[in-house]
T-cell receptor, first 114, second 114 residues
């Protein structure tokens, strides 16, 4: 498709369960970003990939969060042993290269941990 | 994580009225961006500002990059029902991870009564 695709759109996880969130960026986009948006807040940076290289993971809240982009296209954000404070919308964005203003965000995955 | 100070938090206006919202930061930014987010969707870029003092328009939207580089405002003129949504400011610095990482405000929820 023409946009950034994220799946699933909604995920309900029991506390302690592992989850995997998928992002399909726009074809050919080199840069890929993950942001976390808590209810009533703006998005907060989690991590940044350039092709398959994870250049910045400074925003990941804990070592339970792990992201990968093994072939430089699709990315997966994995959260292990989910906790209630992990409940949020997880947004993926991609951009063609150095034009970071050209971020295109996906619609996000809403994660609810019960 | 750091978030910008955005005000007001919410606005209820009549169709046809003008709207103004602003954003301040304790840090200097080299780029200010304004986004709109509809329910269940990711943020969409409205306006990007690159120079202190810059005033930029996009249709009924006008935004300015403050002289101190620590603030920005967005005006919407002659509001229409489809302007409803959450508006976010975002700043981008320079150096290190700052040239790709966006710091967002908490958002302004705009409701337009027809």
């Amino acid at each position: 498709g023409a946009g950034v695709s994220q799946s699933p759109r909604y995920k309900v996880a029991k506390r302690g369960q592992d989850v995997a969130l998928r992002c399909d960026p726009i074809s050919g986009h080199v840069s890929l970003f993950w942001y976390q948006q808590a209810l009533g807040q703006g998005p907060e940076f989690l991590t940044y990939f350039q092709n398959e290289a994870q250049l910045d993971k400074s925003g990941l809240p804990s070592d339970r969060f792990f992201a990968e982009r093994p072939e430089g296209s699709v990315s997966t954000l994995k959260i292990q042993r989910t906790q209630q404070e992990d409940s949020a919308v997880y947004l993926c964005a991609s951009s063609l290269g150095g034009n970071y203003d050209g971020y295109t965000f996906g619609s996000g995955t809403r994660l609810t941990v019960v | 994580g750091q978030q910008l100070n955005q005000s007001p938090q919410s606005m209820f206006i009549q169709e046809g009225e003008d709207v103004s919202m602003n954003c301040t930061s304790s840090s200097i930014f080299n780029t200010w961006l304004w986004y709109k987010q509809d329910p269940g969707e990711g943020p969409v870029l409205l306006i990007a500002l690159y120079k202190a003092g810059e005033l930029t328009s996009n249709g009924r939207l006008t935004a300015q990059f403050g002289i101190t580089r620590k603030d920005s405002f967005l005006n919407i003129s002659a509001s229409i029902p489809s302007d409803v949504g959450i508006y976010f400011c975002a700043g981008r610095g320079i150096g290190g991870g700052s040239n790709y990482k966006l710091t967002f405000g908490k958002g302004t929820l705009l409701t337009v009564n027809p």
